[in-house]
């Protein structure tokens, strides 16, 4: 059976997942929403999608829609998504899925109450060095991880308009982009719990009411330990948006450039295993890995399996950057 899909948003975010869609063979493009007509014009024509909305809840209204995916500024991600829920059509949000935390929980509520599927768009899941890197610490390559660094950063770029509005986007680099190197981090890990989270979080590179600059520590329940930075502006990163090292008993293991590297003490020397990626990507977010994320999302509506990473993976990520939040604001470990 064919599933019917709709789109909230029409930037960067929507596109992508737009193009996503195209790409599977019995996904309907049906309706896009937004609140600008020109803007939903031009989408609607470029994805040739017929029925044009300035609201969810007109779209809700009309019905014959079975999937939406929300794009909207941070704000509307939870109202959006829990009114489609409510109606029993599936949601994939964007990341950060919520403002906060307790919004995130009251979208969990929604999809366990109705059956409705709920999934969190954190991309890097599906990327294919991510899961090469994941293969190997499954593997025992690396033996224990017992700390990672990662950075969501954007090098002298930063975004604007609604990004850096406290009231529409809840945080500022840390909610856009350090999301991403603790959701890779904690997916390499295993999904391990957090415990508490140190941070300092601050606004150095622009005339915002949100963050543009943060160092955060987790510590998690498997014992292992991530150092986060996020930023925007910043002149320099270690590497590109989730960009991530792995500390192991038995060696090392990074991200963007893809490798292992495992020493052998008794005859002092380094194997570097190079699974043969480019050490520089020509698209570092490419379209195949959305393209992965929607059909896991539709084949867990299909099979009828809870998606991953969706309402829980989401929560927890919130949860963090919550945490992360209040303890740059007082100075002190934030217990979860």
């Known amino acids: 059976m064919t599933l019917r899909i709709a789109f ?9 997942h737009a193009r996503a869609a195209k790409s599977q063979t019995d996904l309907e493009l049906v309706a896009i929403v937004n609140h600008r007509p020109e803007s939903m014009a031009e989408y609607a024509a470029t994805f040739e999608i017929p029925r044009q909305y300035p609201t969810v809840s007109a779209l809700l209204a009309d019905g014959a829609v079975d999937v939406l995916s929300v794009n909207t500024p941070n704000y509307l991600h939870a109202p959006e998504s829990i009114a489609a829920l409510e109606a029993g059509v599936h949601v994939m949000v964007e990341k950060p899925m919520a403002l906060n935390a307790a919004e995130a929980e009251r979208m969990r509520a929604a999809s366990e109450e109705t059956g409705a599927k709920l999934m969190v768009a954190h991309c890097w899941r599906f990327d294919e060095e991510v899961n090469w890197l994941k293969a190997q610490v499954e593997a025992g390559r690396l033996g224990r991880v017992l700390r990672t660094k990662g950075c969501g ?30 959701d890779t981090a904690r997916y390499l890990l295993g999904d391990p719990q957090p415990l508490s989270v140190f941070a300092k979080i601050d606004r150095h590179y622009g005339d915002y009411d949100v963050d543009d600059s943060g160092i955060i520590w987790i510590n998690w329940d498997n014992g292992a330990t991530s150092l986060v930075e996020s930023g925007w502006w910043w002149p320099y990163a270690d590497g590109p948006e989730a960009s991530t090292q792995l500390y192991g008993e038995r060696g090392f293991g990074q991200l963007f450039p893809t490798r292992l590297e495992i020493p052998d003490r008794a005859a002092q020397q380094i194997e570097t295993i190079d699974p043969g990626y480019p050490p520089l990507r020509e698209e570092h977010c490419p379209q195949v890995m959305y393209d992965t994320q929607m059909d896991c999302f539709i084949d867990c509506i299909r099979t009828d399996r809870t998606p991953s990473p969706g309402a829980a993976e989401g929560l927890v990520n919130l949860r963090i ?5 209040e303890s740059g604001r007082r100075g002190e470990v934030i217990q979860i």
């Open 321 to 325: 950057v919550d945490a992360a939040l």
């Open 153 to 182: 950063v954007h090098v002298n770029w930063g975004p604007g308009g609604w990004f850096a509005e406290a009231r529409y986007a809840g945080g500022g680099a840390l909610a856009d982009m350090g999301i991403h190197a603790i």
């Open 8 to 16: 909230t948003g029409t930037g960067h975010a929507s596109r992508l």
